[in-house]
Nanobody, 124 residues
């Protein structure tokens, strides 16, 4: 069982940066692939980025490539999403999700555990 909690969201101007954190409970967190997803009002939840359980591979949605970076610190049971050059279209609730031994998974229904989400608002 894994419990996830996101933090780090907020209001930022276009071009600014935020770093989201996904803190996990459980001693086996290093065995879980972790993804970040986002959901804007009236839209479906969409994939943003994911990192494998080993941390040796990362994947990104095309619109965030070169701007967002996903990383993990298994000693701290935490996965991060560094978001730079933010745009108003990045505004959404951001969720982290985890699945055991996850590698390159892009669909929400492929993940078993979810956090409650953190709001990111980018003003123009």
């Amino acid at each position: 069982q894994v419990q996830l909690e996101e933090s780090g969201g907020g209001l930022v101007q276009a071009g600014g940066s935020l770093r989201l954190s996904c803190a996990a409970s459980g001693r086996t967190f290093s065995s879980y692939g972790v993804g970040w997803f986002r959901q804007a009002p009236g839209k479906e939840r969409e994939f943003v980025a994911t990192i494998t359980w080993s941390g040796d591979s990362t994947y990104y949605e095309d619109s965030v490539k070169g701007r967002f970076t996903i990383s993990r610190d298994n000693a701290r049971n935490t996965v991060y999403l560094q978001m730079n050059s933010l745009k108003p279209e990045d505004t959404a609730v951001y969720y982290c999700a985890a699945v055991l031994w996850g590698v390159g998974l892009f669909e929400p229904n492929e993940y078993n555990y979810w956090g409650q989400g953190t709001q990111v608002t980018v003003s123009s």
